[in-house]
């Protein structure tokens, strides 16, 4: 099988391709020129989400790649999410906007599960679509979900689910029948639960809290918050040889600290807050008493300076070449073009403070999606930090000037959340809330509801329990001439010998007689006697009816 011998996606690991919904093998030229154009227009268009998006671990990035073996000419790229799974749902959203922008590209996303796509829509899928079958089936088209179906009927668009067709079959399809293609409603409603919001949500995932940190932190973060990530990173999977730089700080001296505002993710300050740590003593990093009003500004700032210390400690100076402009791209000119005609700029006057911030950051995110990743030969995060700390002035003075300008800080209550809270989001999980408008899960909670009640059941108990039990025993909420206890043990007997064989009849037959004679002699006729004893019957039976299904499975019945 194909999917067999697929490489692996590392773990926490998206990958995202867009192909040409309609190419043409024998012009690979032309399709190499269109990709690479759809390539500017693409960074164009996502540019402006893009910017001042917080990635969690890796960014955004996307390359031309070639034929190859039998997959046609795309564009491509991977973010490893670590553990903001937000950024691998915000990319799928991407995926989705350049669909519909540019209705020539069809895209696929996979992480390290395989198509979590469906993953997210299993109470929805048809009983066809399995991990096996659902190779080169998925894709997002015009701004929608998509799968190849499985024909109903001979002559129907399709690929049968034991066949696997190859990317080009399977986008050729998609492109002559795309209705036939689109997903079932629930499958696509599903999906785009998880994306819906955006582009809100980017603002509301974030969290802005105030630090006391080291000059040289709080004047890089100005500049490029993104960093606050891997610095977030580095602090949380620390090891006792990272924390050897930290003592004493030798970059980030705890000397010059201004009080400062820092953007966090959610999850990224969930992950900075939750973590106890006290500070080595020869650190110079002294926190103040917790009754200082203080003291979590103080303490979070020490913990962030020392993600910062661990990066710069783990790379070498960067060199002037890894520092070239983004001019010498072939590919910036284009960008640049795309950027001004989306209005990118905000009309503001070229040469003016705001531009040159804007053109800054468009040069910044070209940078790392375009060029070589930093296993390639990019800078790292230590390094970027060390570039930004030589390019950027350092004023101490005006940095504590600022302080008493400082947004207020983000209220932190969502780290805390109420037992009714956990119960709302359990249910809207699992689709079983009141009113629920999940057609997937209505059927299946219809006929559980029919079967059963839960409130008659809690009911029933809380009524028997509150009877009042006497020396003969406990007394039924119901009256007993109205359900008489009957035995029968002859349709007993054939019942179970025609589920357990004639070997284990006669013990059995034997402990039931004498459960009811035992039943008739205290003359019990409710739980504490009767329901005993059939409980004891049940088991037996119930023992006996697995261990015989135990030896069939292990004989390979």
């Not at 999977?237 to 000397?255: I, W």
Request: hydrophobic content about 35%; glycine content about 6%.
């Amino acid at each position: 099988m194909d999917f067999l011998r697929r490489p692996a996606l590392a773990e926490d690991t998206v990958q995202y391709r867009l192909f040409l919904a309609q190419p043409d093998p024998s012009d690979t030229r032309a399709a190499e020129q269109c990709l690479q154009q759809h390539l500017e227009r693409v960074l164009a268009q996502c540019a402006p989400l893009l910017v001042q998006y917080i990635w969690q671990d890796q960014t955004f990035n996307i390359k031309y790649c070639p034929e190859k073996g039998g997959v046609p000419a795309h564009l491509a790229g991977s973010t490893r999410f670590g553990d903001n799974v937000e950024d691998e749902w915000f990319i799928v959203y991407l995926m989705l906007e350049i669909t519909r922008a540019f209705p020539l590209l069809a895209a696929r996303v996979e992480d390290n599960d395989g198509e979590f796509l469906l993953i997210e829509a299993a109470d929805c899928l048809p009983r066809w679509l399995s991990p096996e079958s659902s190779e080169n089936r998925v894709f997002l088209y015009r701004g929608d979900l998509h799968i190849i179906p499985a024909p109903p009927r001979p002559g129907a668009p399709g690929w049968p689910p034991e066949v696997t067709p190859s990317l080009p079959q399977a986008l050729a399809l998609l492109c002559s029948h795309p209705q036939s293609c689109l997903a079932a409603q629930p499958i696509r409603s599903a999906v785009a639960k998880r994306v819906t919001g955006y582009p809100g949500r980017i603002q509301a995932s974030l969290h802005r809290a105030h630090c006391v940190l080291p000059a040289g932190v709080a004047a890089v973060l100005q500049r490029r918050p993104d960093l606050v990530a891997p610095a977030v990173t580095a602090f949380y999977l620390r090891t006792p040889l990272d924390l050897r730089c930290c003592r004493p700080f030798s970059t980030f001296t705890p000397e010059s600290c201004v009080l400062t505002s820092v953007t966090f993710t959610r999850c990224l300050y969930a992950q900075l807050q939750g973590q106890t740590f006290t500070p080595d003593r020869r650190s110079g990093f002294t926190l103040p008493p917790r009754s200082d009003p203080r003291y979590r500004a103080h303490e979070l700032g020490m913990k962030l300076a020392h993600g910062f210390e661990i990066l710069v400690s783990k790379c070498r100076q960067p060199s002037s070449e890894l520092g070239s402009p983004v001019s010498c791209s072939p590919l910036w000119g284009g960008f640049l073009d795309s950027l001004q005609k989306s209005g990118y700029f905000r009309r503001e006057l070229e040469g003016s403070a705001r531009y040159r911030e804007l053109l800054h950051s468009a040069e910044r995110f070209f940078r790392q999606s375009i060029t070589v990743p930093q296993s390639s030969g990019g800078l790292s995060p230590g390094q970027e930090v060390l570039q930004e700390l030589q390019s950027c002035p350092l004023n101490v003075e005006e940095l504590r000037e600022r302080e008493s300008q400082l947004p207020p800080e983000d209220s932190d209550s969502w780290l805390e959340i109420s037992p009714e809270d956990l119960e709302r989001l359990l249910q809207e999980t699992t689709g079983r809330a009141t009113g629920s408008s999940n057609p997937c899960k209505r059927a299946t909670q219809e006929e559980e509801e029919a079967g059963y009640s839960l409130v008659a059941v809690t009911k029933s108990v809380k009524a028997f329990i509150n009877k009042v039990s006497s020396h003969e025993g406990a007394e039924l909420p119901w009256s007993q001439s109205e359900s008489p206890f009957t035995f029968d043990a002859s349709s007993m007997a054939s019942a179970v010998d025609r589920i357990i064989g004639t070997a284990l009849l006669l013990p059995l037959l034997l402990f039931l007689l004498s459960s009811v004679w035992c039943c008739r002699r205290l003359q019990c006729c409710v739980l504490s006697s009767e329901s005993r004893c059939l409980g004891g019957v049940w088991a037996a039976v119930t023992l006996c009816c697995c261990s015989r299904r135990g030896s069939g499975r292990r004989a390979g019945l």
